[in-house]
């Protein structure tokens, strides 16, 4: 029993209440239907109609009637009920087959595979449901390809650059100094933060990096920041200033992620910024607290703008500038702004500075 598949299931169980009603039909049937008639020629014979001579044949007649009547009741009955029963239970059953062939398709490979739309309600949210999980994984695989392509065409630049200098010290063709040694380091330093931002990169991205959100006091923060940063300017650097009133609201967050976000967007702001200065300033909104951090520095032209947060993307002109960017930090930081959930905005205009701000909820 515990072996038969669900169609012989459906097929049995009506099978069984099919025959569980036509028994007690003709049992009943069976039953009380010659008393019934004895009863009715009684009431005849009550009435001054004399049916003692035919009495006999009319009961046996009847009898005879109502066998015959009941059996082939039985056998048309039964056929049709079984027939419609066997349409019904394959009615159900198809769009189960169908599912677990589409389900098995997608488990070998074919992302593409979706289920078709059902009549029946359950089924149609069940195909409905896998369908959503279809488009989900087929994302995740999706980004899975991209990220091996982009990071493999990432690597490929330095690990060549590396492996020419190895080799051209290995044979002699390049004389061994100081110089060459320090190239050497700045590669693999290169190297070291590409896979470091990977790896942080494709944890935000999967969601994995733990957010503790809290209440907390940005102008602190943004306090502390500016102090880092500002030991690190060069004397003919930009100017870096802050601009934030000291009762701004608490916001909800995370103060590691958002001290992660504000070192990239502020070491962008002087990365790309030769002189003038970088403005990091934060305002309250009815539930949004806002962080800009302005530079007048390169700007971004409108064909890249809309490319700024995809991995890997730098502009044109910092990779000739060699800035030593992997252009995996934006990507990062918009993700955090999302993980903690605020949004992210940029405006720019080439040669003459760029705005990031990006919002975090009220505490
Ligand atoms: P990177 O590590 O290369 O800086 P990001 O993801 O932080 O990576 O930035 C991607 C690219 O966006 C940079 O290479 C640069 O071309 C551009 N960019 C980012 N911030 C600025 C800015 N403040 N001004 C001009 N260009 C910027």
């Known amino acids: 029993m515990s072996k038969l598949g669900l169609r012989s299931r459906l097929l049995l169980s009506h099978l069984i209440v099919m025959i569980v009603g036509l028994s007690t039909l003709v049992m009943v049937g069976k039953l009380y239907s010659p008393r019934l008639f004895l009863l009715h020629l009684r009431q005849m014979e009550g009435r001054g109609i004399n049916l003692s001579v035919v009495r006999y044949q009319l009961v046996e007649g009847f009898e005879y009637a109502w066998t015959q009547g009941a059996w082939w009741s039985v056998l048309i009955g039964g056929g049709t009920a079984s027939g419609l029963s066997y349409l019904t239970a394959r009615w159900i059953v198809r769009p189960l087959l169908q599912m677990e062939r589409v389900t098995r398709e997608f488990s070998t490979g074919n992302l593409q595979a979706r289920l078709p739309e059902s009549e029946i309600p359950e089924l149609a949210r069940l195909a409905n449901s896998f369908n959503h999980m279809a488009v989900n994984l087929e994302g995740v695989e999706q980004r899975r390809r991209e990220l091996i392509g982009d990071l493999t065409h990432e690597l490929r630049t330095p690990l060549t650059v590396l492996q020419g200098y190895l080799e051209g010290l290995a044979d002699g063709t390049i004389d061994p100094s100081s110089d060459i040694y320090q190239r050497l380091a700045r590669e693999t330093t290169r190297l070291k933060r590409l896979v470091d931002d990977m790896q942080e990169l494709s944890k935000a991205e999967a969601g994995y990096l733990p957010i503790n959100l809290q209440p907390i006091d940005l102008p602190p923060l943004l306090a502390s920041m500016i102090a880092k940063f500002s030991d690190q300017i060069l004397d003919n650097g930009p100017e870096l200033r802050l601009d934030c009133p000291s009762d701004l ?33 934060a305002w ?14 390169l700007g971004i032209s409108p064909e ?6 995809e991995r890997f993307w730098r502009s044109d002109r910092s990779r ?8 995996i930090g934006l990507a990062i930081t918009s993700r955090l702004v999302e993980l903690q959930g605020g949004e992210i905005q940029v405006e720019s205009k080439l040669n003459q500075g760029s705005t990031f701000r990006f919002s975090l909820p009220l505490a």
């Open 249 to 281: 609201p608490q916001a909800l967050a995370d103060p590691e992620r958002v001290e992660q976000i504000l070192v990239n967007l502020i070491g962008n702001g002087l990365r790309y910024t030769a002189e003038g200065s970088v403005t990091v300033s």
């Open 284 to 297: 309250s909104e009815p539930s949004w607290i806002w962080i800009a951090i302005a530079d007048t520095g």
């Open 304 to 309: 890249e703008l809309p490319h700024i947060f």
């Open 320 to 327: 000739s500038r060699d800035s030593g960017g992997t252009g």
